[in-house]
């Protein structure tokens, strides 16, 4: 529930929370993701070697109201509690309930505290309407095409190209989705992917766990190779932005390139390795 990458990957192949630190006895994909992280480390590291500036803090924030703080603690209490649920036993929008209902407690008290409906107004003009639409579109459309035998056909093809064997079809899996994720956001890809990588590991007579941990390591790592690949770099480069400082898509690819290759290769070899 850390990335909804995550959650996409969760729900198709029925794994709740714990199944990301250890899956069928093997390690999971928390650690791989660790591992990759410290060898990220290493590269900043080294980009940064000549940053050796100190840092200085010159003002705090305040925190005046822990109730958001309870809120958001308790959304990912609950969504980690709705993952051991059976599939089949909840409710496919638990995960929507669950953060919508949390947002009208918080606005509900809000209200009451300021007796005004401004709180609510501003929050329904903060929700960003276009990717909602853009998801519940995509959702409609990848059901479409499944039922027309366009994910069948897609798969058909992955597994032509690779000639049926399964490491070319993880590496093409892995670095396909790092191309597609630096330019694309990766949710509706991994949307679209899933249905796709389960067709191809049916047709190849395969576990399709190894591809689906590549499916993901390529994808969420693969966001931060371009300014736009990732929510969290867009926004980040907007505060800087907002601060004065301009960073070019050159300057900001001279640290993200090493960076995600870093991250990625090692995720790419340690999944193959242990879930091969």
Known sequence: MGDTTSILLGGHANMDFLDFFFYRGKLGLFW??????????????????????????????????????ILLVGTIVLLILASFIPEEKK????????????????????????????????????????TLLLLGGLFIVISGITEAGVVDAISELFVKVSGDNVFLMYT???????????????????????????GIANLM?????????????????GGNLTPIGASANITGLGILKKEGYNVSAKDFMKISVPFTLAAVTSGYVLIWLIWR
Request: aromatic share 12%; net charge neutral; glycine share 8%.
């Open 91 to 130: 409710p496919s929008i638990t995960n929507g309930l669950i953060c919508v209902g949390l947002m009208v407690v918080g606005l509900v008290r809000e209200t009451a505290r300021s007796r005004g409906f401004e709180t609510v107004k501003k929050t329904f003009k903060e929700i960003d309407y276009f």
């Open 172 to 198: 093409l899996l892995v670095w396909a989705s790092v191309f597609f994720s630096a330019f694309i956001d990766n949710i509706p890809y991994v949307a679209t992917m899933l249905p796709v990588t389960g």
């Open 205 to 221: 007579g395969t576990d399709p766990t190894v591809l689906y941990f590549g499916l993901l390591a390529g994808a969420t790592l």
């Open 32 to 69: 791989i993701v660790q591992i990759g992280a410290l060898m990220s480390i290493l590269v900043l590291l080294w980009v940064f070697r000549k940053e050796n500036q100190k840092v200085e803090v010159k003002e705090r924030t305040v925190v005046e109201d822990y109730f958001p703080t």
